[in-house]
């Protein structure tokens, strides 16, 4: 019997991935050539949107150097690929958070109630971009945009009215803004406390990720030195001041919506974070005192499960370069928490109620990705600020994807998956390789003034756009299945109330008018005498703090240091 | 003279940040053999119509995605206006609603471009309808 013994023995001594990849190269031979020669292949080669390489399937010898264990674990442990939290979704569900903004406070105030009445759980605010840029209302030039894509907010006294009736000690809020976001963050903790509600109470998110700004989105005002200081004093300052609000929220969105690629969306969102952090450390301040409180924010495109396996990517990379790279030793500091937002880029004006399809799986992907909080756009967002019935489809959703599909019923289906294990990994290696390109050269703000970065957006932008126009990429009603009547589905466009702007203008100058000149006039030059001392340490939210208390504006605030730092001049490559 | 290039000026007016387009569309007028000056973004009025002074260019092109589109094109056009300059062929690109679109055009803008325009598109109606270069 020995004879028939010892080819299983044989068997059994060979690993799964070996008698896999046996088996595999057998259904190449015998099996796929056939089906091909029947009906061949759609394209010559087939890539993720990162130019990944997509096998026609993937097998346990795709994985086969991945540790079970230590790449992958369980959900809520080190190193977090499957979710920062042990229970995800069966326990507390994502955060339902529609970022909403458009004309003055109170216009915005009434929709935040209209969100949560349909089921939102979370507030998130677009200002307007003289309020993002640090101008106030009555800017010779930027007047004319006032309140057009984000609420106009001037000084407190807005941000009051924006928040009037919002429980803020039970609802968390995020706070879109970043060249301008030390004043707008010390507004949100000032509104809180002349309402009586303690700092330790408040939760939420500053965008405040200034970096992306330079590379993609170009809401900058200050050089990159005395900004990222900004940041790191708001991180310090909010550790004290607000230590349950996330001071920083990285991010990736703007940086793909621009046209980087999901490879390129992850390298330089953590290349940022680590950026600031690092930042924070050459200052003396503890990683463990500032990094549990550094959460991101990334895009959700159409590319299904290279989005799914970016965001277990992205937390497991993170988790890594905390321990390795900062030494932080703490596991709230370790793990990834993020926001996602599906892709404003993919959205179509051609046949707009495709747009309805495209988000949905857009927000299943973030939800088997395990984002713990998501903005679904809505289906007119290519053309205008969102209407009502249209941001309802958008919450509903969501709430479709929560309690109808099961997604959310068992934590990180996808592990185990050779295909998405796979592109996890390979995810994580791209990345990790950018961000150790851009310490090449100096790190991301030396690749920033270079104007590399911008560039390497810029390309990315130029070949999917080249791909559309060649037929390489179909985008459906747009290069494909277009609809013989340009016309198309007429819908509703919100329009912002006329006069919003004479408005806003008389209100700011009755806030001038009314409060404490002296107080206002010391704030200022105090901050002025604080900035002219940055660099060495000095954090100046005291001085924000109280200018902001004094009522100053944002555009005063932001001009007061303007006058000391300068504003920062970009390379306008394309 | 006949092969002088094209000079088109691609303008980001106000804090509109939004520049992927204006940078695929001012790539893909270089490709095509045009001489494309960008201005970048952060532009007002004045700076774009000095920029389409200086550079004596025969296209503007202006991109918005901010919702403001209406306000600084008309802002353009006065200025233009005051100049004397008439037969500037000027085009806006970004998220414009259809009955704005109308509304440009009644302002004198050539055409409008939205989402999803292939960039073939627009080479083909500014090499259709630019003005002659003016030599001095």
Request: net charge negative; proline share 5%; charged share 25%.
């Given at each position: 019997?020995?004879?028939?013994?010892?080819?299983?023995?044989?068997?059994?001594?060979?690993?799964a991935a070996d008698r896999a990849r046996r088996a595999e190269d057998r259904w190449r031979k015998e099996r796929l050539p056939g089906d091909y020669e029947r009906v061949a292949p759609r394209?010559?080669?087939f890539?993720?949107?990162?130019?990944?390489?997509i096998k026609d399937v993937y097998t346990p010898a795709d994985?086969?150097?991945?540790?079970?264990?230590?790449?992958?674990?369980?959900?809520?442990?080190?190193?977090?690929?499957?979710?920062?939290?042990?229970?995800?979704?069966?326990?507390?569900?994502?955060?339902?958070?529609?970022?909403?903004?458009?004309?003055?406070?109170?216009?915005?105030?009434?929709?935040?109630?209209?969100?949560?009445?349909?089921?939102?759980?979370?507030?998130?605010?677009?200002?307007?971009?003289?309020?993002?840029?640090?101008?106030?209302?009555?800017?010779?030039?930027?007047?004319?945009?006032?309140?057009?894509?984000?609420?106009?907010?001037?000084?407190?006294?807005?941000?009051?009215?924006?928040?009037?009736?919002?429980?803020?000690?039970?609802?968390?809020?995020?706070?879109?803004?970043?060249?301008?976001?030390?004043?707008?963050?010390?507004?949100?903790?000032?509104?809180?406390?002349?309402?009586?509600?303690?700092?330790?109470?408040?939760?939420?998110?500053?965008?405040?990720?200034?970096?992306?700004?330079?590379?993609?989105?170009?809401?900058?005002?200050?050089?990159?030195?005395?900004?990222?200081?900004?940041?790191?004093?708001?991180?310090?300052?909010?550790?004290?001041?607000?230590?349950?609000?996330?001071?920083?929220?990285?991010?990736?969105?703007?940086?793909?919506?621009?046209?980087?690629?999901?490879?390129?969306?992850?390298?330089?969102?953590?290349?940022?974070?680590?950026?600031?952090?690092?930042?924070?450390?050459?200052?003396?301040?503890?990683?463990?005192?500032?990094?549990?409180?550094?959460?991101?924010?990334?895009?959700?495109?159409?590319?299904?499960?290279?989005?799914?396996?970016?965001?277990?990517?992205?937390?497991?990379?993170?988790?890594?370069?905390?321990?390795?790279?900062?030494?932080?030793?703490?596991?709230?500091?370790?793990?990834?928490?993020?926001?996602?937002?599906?892709?404003?880029?993919?959205?179509?004006?051609?046949?707009?109620?495709?747009?309805?399809?495209?988000?949905?799986?857009?927000?299943?992907?973030?939800?088997?990705?395990?984002?713990?909080?998501?903005?679904?756009?809505?289906?007119?967002?290519?053309?205008?600020?969102?209407?009502?019935?249209?941001?309802?489809?958008?919450?509903?959703?969501?709430?479709?994807?929560?309690?109808?599909?099961?997604?959310?019923?068992?934590?990180?289906?996808?592990?185990?998956?050779y295909y998405?294990?796979?592109?996890?990994?390979?995810?994580?290696?791209?990345?990790?390789?950018?961000?150790?390109?851009?310490?090449?050269?100096?790190?991301?703000?030396?690749?920033?003034?270079?104007?590399?970065?911008?560039?390497?957006?810029?390309?990315?932008?130029?070949?999917?756009?080249?791909?559309?126009?060649?037929?390489?990429?179909?985008?459906?009603?747009?290069?494909?299945?277009?609809?013989?009547?340009?016309?198309?589905?007429?819908?509703?466009?919100?329009?912002?109330?006329?006069?919003?702007?004479?408005?806003?203008?008389?209100?700011?100058?009755?806030?001038?008018?009314?409060?404490?000149?002296?107080?206002?006039?010391?704030?200022?030059?105090?901050?002025?005498?604080?900035?002219?001392?940055?660099?060495?340490?000095?954090?100046?939210?005291?001085?924000?703090?109280?200018?902001?208390?004094?009522?100053?504006?944002?555009?005063?605030?932001?001009?007061?240091?303007?006058?000391?730092?300068?504003?920062?001049?970009?390379?306008?490559?394309? | 003279?006949?092969?002088?290039?094209?000079?088109?000026?691609?303008?980001?007016?106000?804090?509109?940040?939004?520049?992927?387009?204006?940078?695929?569309?001012?790539?893909?007028?270089?490709?095509?053999?045009?001489?494309?000056?960008?201005?970048?973004?952060?532009?007002?009025?004045?700076?774009?119509?000095?920029?389409?002074?200086?550079?004596?260019?025969?296209?503007?092109?202006?991109?918005?995605?901010?919702?403001?589109?209406?306000?600084?094109?008309?802002?353009?056009?006065?200025?233009?206006?005051?100049?004397?300059?008439?037969?500037?062929?000027?085009?806006?690109?970004?998220?414009?609603?259809?009955?704005?679109?109308?509304?440009?055009?009644?302002?004198?803008?050539?055409?409008?471009?939205?989402?999803?325009?292939?960039?073939?598109?627009?080479?083909?109606?500014?090499?259709?309808?630019?003005?002659?270069?003016?030599?001095?």
């Amino acid at each position: 019997m020995a004879t028939l013994e010892e080819p299983r023995e044989e068997l059994r001594a060979e690993s799964a991935a070996d008698r896999a990849r046996r088996a595999e190269d057998r259904w190449r031979k015998e099996r796929l050539p056939g089906d091909y020669e029947r009906v061949a292949p759609r394209r010559e080669q087939f890539a993720t949107g990162s130019s990944i390489p997509i096998k026609d399937v993937y097998t346990p010898a795709d994985v086969e150097d991945l540790d079970p264990l230590e790449d992958i674990g369980l959900p809520g442990e080190y190193p977090y690929t499957r979710g920062v939290h042990a229970s995800m979704y069966r326990g507390k569900p994502w955060t339902i958070r529609q970022v909403a903004g458009f004309g003055q406070a109170e216009d915005t105030n009434r929709r935040y109630k209209y969100l949560l009445a349909h089921g939102e759980t979370g507030l998130s605010t677009d200002f307007d971009l003289p309020t993002l840029l640090g101008h106030d209302s009555d800017h010779p030039v930027y007047h004319r945009e006032v309140g057009k894509i984000g609420v106009a907010v001037d000084s407190v006294v807005d941000a009051h009215a924006l928040f009037e009736g919002i429980p803020l000690a039970e609802i968390s809020t995020s706070l879109t803004i970043n060249a301008s976001a030390a004043p707008v963050m010390a507004m949100y903790a000032v509104v809180a406390d002349e309402l009586g509600v303690p700092g330790a109470k408040l939760t939420g998110t500053a965008q405040n990720d200034i970096l992306k700004e330079y590379t993609a989105q170009n809401e900058f005002i200050f050089p990159p030195e005395q900004s990222i200081d900004l940041v790191v004093d708001t991180m310090e300052w909010g550790a004290k001041a607000m230590p349950r609000f996330n001071p920083v929220n990285v991010s990736g969105y703007h940086i793909r919506d621009a046209g980087a690629t999901a490879v390129e969306e992850l390298g330089l969102t953590l290349s940022a974070g680590l950026t600031y952090l690092e930042r924070a450390v050459a200052r003396g301040i503890q990683p463990d005192t500032v990094a549990p409180r550094v959460s991101f924010f990334f895009n959700l495109a159409n590319d299904f499960l290279e989005e799914i396996a970016k965001l277990r990517a992205a937390r497991r990379l993170w988790a890594r370069l905390m321990k390795e790279r900062l030494g932080c030793t703490e596991a709230r500091s370790l793990l990834m928490r993020t926001h996602v937002q599906t892709a404003g880029v993919s959205l179509t004006v051609q046949q707009p109620l495709n747009n309805i399809a495209r988000v949905a799986i857009q927000a299943l992907a973030a939800v088997l990705g395990g984002t713990q909080s998501l903005h679904t756009n809505s289906l007119d967002e290519a053309m205008a600020i969102p209407s009502e019935e249209a941001v309802k489809v958008a919450v509903r959703t969501q709430q479709i994807v929560l309690h109808e599909t099961g997604a959310a019923d068992v934590v990180d289906p996808f592990a185990g998956s050779y295909y998405v294990e796979s592109l996890t990994t390979e995810l994580e290696e791209r990345s990790r390789e950018l961000i150790e390109q851009i310490d090449g050269m100096g790190g991301l703000v030396e690749a920033i003034k270079d104007g590399y970065v911008q560039q390497r957006i810029a390309d990315s932008a130029w070949e999917q756009q080249v791909a559309v126009e060649k037929g390489d990429k179909v985008i459906v009603g747009v290069n494909g299945f277009r609809d013989e009547d340009e016309a198309g589905t007429p819908i509703e466009i919100f329009r912002l109330d006329e006069g919003v702007v004479e408005r806003q203008m008389a209100r700011l100058k009755d806030t001038k008018r009314t409060r404490e000149e002296a107080r206002a006039a010391r704030a200022l030059r105090a901050l002025a005498v604080g900035a002219g001392a940055s660099g060495n340490g000095r954090n100046l939210m005291p001085e924000i703090e109280e200018a902001v208390r004094a009522r100053c504006t944002v555009g005063e605030i932001c001009d007061t240091l303007r006058e000391e730092w300068g504003e920062f001049k970009p390379v306008s490559v394309f | 003279m006949a092969d002088m290039p094209i000079k088109v000026v691609v303008a980001k007016p106000g804090l509109d940040g939004h520049d992927r387009g204006a940078k695929v569309v001012a790539r893909s007028l270089r490709d095509a053999g045009m001489e494309v000056v960008y201005t970048g973004v952060f532009q007002s009025p004045e700076s774009i119509v000095k920029t389409v002074l200086q550079e004596d260019a025969q296209v503007l092109g202006i991109s918005s995605l901010s919702g403001a589109h209406m306000e600084y094109t008309e802002a353009v056009k006065d200025l233009l206006e005051q100049h004397g300059i008439d037969d500037l062929l000027v085009l806006v690109g970004g998220t414009i609603p259809d009955e704005d679109a109308v509304q440009l055009k009644q302002l004198g803008v050539a055409e409008v471009f939205g989402p999803g325009t292939p960039t073939a598109a627009i080479v083909e109606f500014i090499r259709a309808n630019a003005p002659a270069r003016t030599f001095s």
